[in-house]
């Protein structure tokens, strides 16, 4: 989790209009904490195989405003996120209707070969690596009746119970140290910038 404080709004207030002030960090506040955000998300995308809409179901952002108190909350959720996001695939089954961008209606369909390995790529560098066995038995690509696609593994030799197969999560790429120094970075280079520019625009309003 990183917190976004307001660092140099307090001297601000003591030199321009206080209601003024406000505003600008507020907006100043909205612009970097979406920026650092978006930077989090692509430092995760550029090491793992995973897609921006993905990311963005995970990582949160809270701003939280109490008259002039104010901070940002960047936020990743989930230790583990189903391994089908990283791209499983299982020869044998093809996947019907999946958009670009935005996710679909889609279904899974037989292709008439024989089924084989699931298979995923976790990090963008390397290739596809076969999804090893769970209890000795082999993992398996399924919808559900609600919809929903997931890597699977039977917990037996039985048809049921299966259990859903994870991949790494969200909130554990985030937290990483090399990930968190890079947005904190981001943050440090550009909030003074930002807050100065919104000061001027407000400031000039007035006149």
Known sequence: MIEIKLEGVEKAMKMFDPDKVRKAANAALNRVAGSAKTEASRLIRNEYNIKAYTVSRFLHLDIRAQGYNMV????GHGMGIPLYYYDAKQAGIRLIGEGAGKMRTKFLSRTGRKIGPVTVKVKRTGGRK????????????????????????REGGERLPIEKMFGPGIGGLF????????????????WSKELNHQLDYYLKRSQ
């Open 72 to 75: 940002a909350i960047i936020s």
């Open 130 to 153: 076969i999804v090893s066995p769970h209890y000795g038995i082999k993992p398996f690509i399924a919808q559900m009746k609600g919809g929903g696609i997931s890597v699977w593994v």
């Open 175 to 190: 937290g990483s140290r090399k990930i968190m120094q890079k947005v904190k970075q981001k943050i440090n280079e550009v």
